[in-house]
Each structure stands twice: as C-alpha cells, then as structure tokens.
C-alpha cells in the first residue's frame, strides 16, 4: 500500500500571510501517462471534504487562485499565498494511482 | 448541479448490519466511479473502495474486504454501501464521493 506522510500536522496562521503543507508518498505518484495522481482536499469542520487540487496542480472550479500545488515523484506541496478566516479546516493529500490512500491530514487554524 | 445525497443517520447494535445509499443527480450516473470513504469521530479519512455503476464491478480495501458490499440501481440513479458484523470500530461518517463532488455524509453509531 501507498503510505502518504504529511507535514506539519498543525499550523497556526496570521491571516494574510503565507502557509505551505508538505505531502510525500511512499511510492511515486507519476503514471505511464505521463500524469501524476495527487490529489488536495480541505476539510471545513463539520462538512465533507472539498476538492481543491487535481494531478498534483489545476485547481478545481470554483477554488481561489490563492491556493497552488506543486510538485513531482514523490514529493507535493500545497500553498496558500495569504491565508484567509475560511481557510480554516484540515488539508488532505490523497493518491489515486494505486487504489485510493489519504495523508493523516493538516489542521490549519488562525492566529 | 453535481449532487449526491445520502441517506440518514443510522444507530445498530454490534454484530448488525447497515446499508447506506447515495442518490445521485445533475450527471450521467454511469459515467462515473462512485468511492465510499469513512472518518471515524475526530479521525482521518479512510477509503473503503469503490463501485463502476456502468458495469457494477468493484474494488474494496483489503481492510474491508468479506464485509463490504457495494452495490447500484441505475434505474434511480443510487448506489449503495452495505457494511456487515459491525463492531464501535465502525462508528463513523460514511461518505459517498465522485472524488470531486461529495454526498453531505451519513452518521453509522454502533451501539449495545
């Protein structure tokens, strides 16, 4: 099985400022197809989770150009440029390359 | 729009079964895999497999394997997560996703 690690596993932010969540995969993540499968999702508290990122960097409809993801292999990134009040929630990595396999997630609270 | 809508809250005692469904509307509901994913109260999110309901074939985690059962009716557009010998390991919020939309989630609590 995939084993995605995130970090940190908290973060406190003053609003406007940057914020940055690490993500790595035990396995890489680049398919024949020349795609990679990483996927980021922000989990507001009491509410599913909600698409962000799909293939490690387009950014779903309807998601701020604050948020970014980057990365390659076995390593990713999500930033948030200025992080803002609805911002807040736990951030999660997740794999699609090989069945499904989720990061023990991020909470991302405000100063 | 993009909606999926789960059944409601469900309370069974250890050793039940529970069978919760996921209607979905606003797409072509054989054009997508449907996943159930769990989180347990103040946990992570756990993937417990997924249905094609185009053909109804299925991937389940190892975990869950001999346990699960997901189903589908393309006739109402509603597929289904069957979970068996539930124990309080199982409470949790069961969600149906399209992996970019999600249902609203459903609350299983086993109890004695």
């Known amino acids: 099985d995939i084993v995605m690690t995130q970090t940190p596993l908290s973060l406190s932010v003053t609003p406007g400022q940057p914020a940055s969540i690490s993500c790595k995969s035990s396995?890489?993540?680049?398919?024949?197809?020349?795609?990679?499968?990483l996927y980021w999702y922000l989990q507001k508290p009491g509410q599913p989770p909600q698409l962000l990122i799909y293939e490690v960097s387009n950014r779903f409809s309807g998601v701020p150009d604050r948020f970014s993801g980057s990365g390659s292999g076995t390593d990713f990134t999500l930033k948030i440029s200025r992080v803002e009040a609805e911002d807040v929630g736990v951030y999660y990595c997740?794999?699609?390359?090989?069945?499904?396999?989720f990061g023990q997630g991020t909470k991302v609270e405000i100063k | 729009q993009v909606q999926l809508v789960q059944s409601g809250a469900e309370v069974k005692k250890p050793g039940a079964s529970v069978k919760v469904s996921c209607k979905a509307s606003?797409?072509?509901?054989?054009?997508?895999?449907l996943h159930w994913v769990r989180q347990a109260p103040g946990q992570g999110l756990e993937w417990m497999g997924w249905i094609n309901p185009d053909t109804g074939g299925t991937i389940y985690a190892q975990k869950f394997q001999g346990r699960v059962t997901m189903t589908r009716d393309t006739s109402i557009s509603t597929a289904y997560m069957d979970l068996s010998w539930l124990t309080s390991d199982d409470t949790a919020v069961y969600f149906c996703?399209?992996?970019?939309?999600w249902g609203q989630g459903t609350l299983v609590t086993v109890s004695s």
């Open positions: 996703t399209r992996e970019d939309y």
């Open positions: 396995q890489s993540l680049l398919y024949s197809d020349g795609k990679t499968y």
């Open positions: 606003g797409y072509t509901f054989t054009g997508y895999y």
């Open positions: 997740m794999q699609t390359i090989q069945l499904r396999t």
